[in-house]
């Protein structure tokens, strides 16, 4: 991009600059640490220039907005022509509070649904059973069977509205549930529109809420995959989670990195099962962490974009300009929210969704300032996404696209965040994939040992966490806290018992058989799953099946 003369001059022209300007200010005042670096250990140089990205050749590494391969955006207007989908996380408790929380979201200006559930649903348990004791309603809230479904989703148009549901290894059970919610509201199954996470890879890589062995949790990812693609239009059936990994300690790069690789292997899988790569990928989606170092978080989604481009058309042979785009979620980082000065988490917050609107996100969640303590009051979620509305409204961040392309530093951050990646590549391939990377612990330790550099260097006060390590206070604030209603749990197992006494049991029976027999042969199992589910099968009962025909996966011990 830059004529070879002005880069000799501008060489020479910087060695003078060192020597004499930067110099005398330095002895008068030295800089403020020896080294400076990202929050992923890399190291920050104190000055950019056209030489750092003297070999970027503009129409290969950049090219336009909504043209290949789309460093600068996917969209060709950015966010001038739309504004990214605010959603707000939320679940908690029983299905008629998280309903009501929905319909106060919607008023307020929040663009779609975003459903939280709690544990014993993420791992494929009713609520009244022995092993989800303790745990209702806790971290998002409980749908155990259809009914609960219906209630979640009670007076909300489906046909309307986007919703993302994050939930993994039972995820295939609870689209069920939700397909057959939305039938009963009249709204086909090609109607809806939303994103199920379904992303089992990360689970064994991080977050561990997995319940079957890794290969048939495959093949229920594939059949999703399948069966969106043949009936399900609109639908994302896996957003491809880096979230969890970068909550679990990893880097920026290992984020990328593992996650992209991550979506790679999905895409080989559906390729396996028969469909072609133009026929899926275009639904595909992703969900990345927005962590506090603003130009580092920008340069890693600028560098997702132009690799996953890369890789689905040179790669794939992805023929559909649309199956190159990578259309991608972010979230604002929950591990950075502290306990400690809890509205300055208002600030974190601000300064990370900033950071994924200029990296051009399609759709964002902001935390909330109280999420360190508990599950966020309406107060502290209303903040949220006013935080939200005010980088759309009154920064003028939106008005351009990419505003920091072009930028010496955010360019070769993109670059190094991008050869980073590649170099994690290539050492998962030597391990013959991700699936025998994760069998013998590969992400698990390149996270923990990760998690446990950043922690000595925040001990060694190498890194500053405001309010924690550095400018402490003994004052604690009171914030007011979400309290759920005390008598849910009652009414959640009054419901669930009532509901296996009221049921037509053997239509339940019937459709759980014909699940069984999909589950140990090798048909789609979702419409196994939709019949079951309309049955009113409970959660349980459907998991329990697969449990019998797939087996539980225990993770070895990695040293």
């Not at 990360?202 to 969106?228: C, N, W």
């Not at 330790?445 to 206070?473: C, F, L, M, P, W």
Request: aromatic share 10%; net charge negative.
């Amino acid at each position: 991009m830059f004529d070879k003369q002005a880069l000799e001059d501008l060489s020479r022209a910087r060695t003078q600059w060192e020597s004499s300007t930067l110099k005398k200010t330095l002895d008068k005042m030295p800089e403020r640490r020896r080294t400076f670096m990202t929050q992923s250990s890399v190291p920050i140089e104190r000055l950019y220039t056209p030489l750092d990205v003297a070999d970027m050749d503009y129409q290969r590494d950049l090219g336009l907005p909504g043209e290949y391969p789309f460093t600068r955006g996917v969209h060709a207007s950015g966010h001038r022509g739309k504004l990214w989908t605010m959603r707000m996380f939320a679940g908690f408790g029983t299905a008629e509070e998280t309903n009501a929380r929905y319909k106060y979201l919607l008023e307020q200006g929040n663009m779609g649904l975003s459903v939280a559930f709690d544990l014993a649903t993420l791992m494929g348990y009713d609520t009244d059973a022995p092993e989800a004791m303790g745990e209702f309603g806790k971290c998002g809230v409980a749908v155990s069977s259809l009914l609960d479904m219906e209630l979640l989703m009670h007076g909300i148009p489906l046909g309307e509205v986007s919703t993302s549901m994050t939930i993994n290894s039972p995820a295939p059970i609870v689209w069920a549930f939700y397909i057959a919610a939305a039938e009963k509201q009249g709204v086909p199954m090609a109607a809806l529109r939303g994103t199920l996470q379904n992303d089992i890879l990360k689970e064994y890589i991080a977050q561990k809420e997995f319940i079957f062995p890794p290969h048939p949790s495959m093949r229920l990812v594939v059949d999703t995959i399948e069966f969106g693609t043949r009936h399900m239009p609109q639908w994302n059936t896996i957003s491809i989670s880096g979230y969890h990994i970068r909550e679990a300690g990893s880097t920026a790069v290992q984020e990328l990195a593992f996650t992209l690789a991550d979506g790679l292997e999905y895409v080989r899988w559906g390729v396996d099962r028969g469909l072609s790569v133009d026929e899926f990928a275009p639904r595909l989606s992703f969900f990345f962490n927005v962590h506090n170092d603003f130009f580092e978080e920008i340069a890693k989604l600028r560098a997702a974009r132009r690799i996953w481009a890369r890789e689905m058309r040179e790669t794939f042979g992805a023929k559909d300009p649309r199956s190159w785009l990578m259309r991608f979620h972010c979230q604002t980082a929950g591990v950075s929210l502290t306990a400690q000065q809890p509205e300055v988490n208002l600030v974190r917050v601000a300064v990370q969704a900033l950071a994924a609107v200029i990296g051009g996100a399609q759709s964002l969640h902001t935390n909330s300032m109280d999420e360190a303590l508990a599950l966020p009051s309406e107060h502290a979620v209303t903040l949220a996404l006013r935080t939200q509305q005010v980088i759309a409204e009154e920064t003028g961040v939106a008005n351009t696209i990419d505003p920091l392309g072009g930028s010496y530093f955010v360019e070769a951050l993109t670059n190094q965040t991008e050869q980073a990646v590649y170099d994690y590549f290539r050492r998962i391939e030597e391990m013959g994939g991700v699936l025998p990377a994760i069998e013998n612990g590969f992400f698990q330790t390149e996270i923990a040992d990760a998690s446990y550099r950043h922690q000595k260097e925040v001990d060694a006060d190498d890194r500053t966490i405001v309010g924690v390590n550095h400018y402490a206070t003994e004052n604690y604030p009171s914030i007011p806290i979400l309290e759920m209603d005390p008598k849910g749990y009652e009414r959640q197992v009054a419901r669930l018992t009532k509901l296996r006494l009221e049921r037509d049991n053997e239509k339940v029976t019937a459709a759980l058989n014909g699940l069984r027999a999909a589950c140990q042969g090798s048909e789609n199992t979702m419409p196994h799953l939709i019949e079951a589910a309309k049955a009113y099968a409970t959660l349980g009962e459907i998991t329990q099946v697969m449990r019998e025909v797939f087996g539980i996966y225990q993770e070895p011990a990695f040293i």
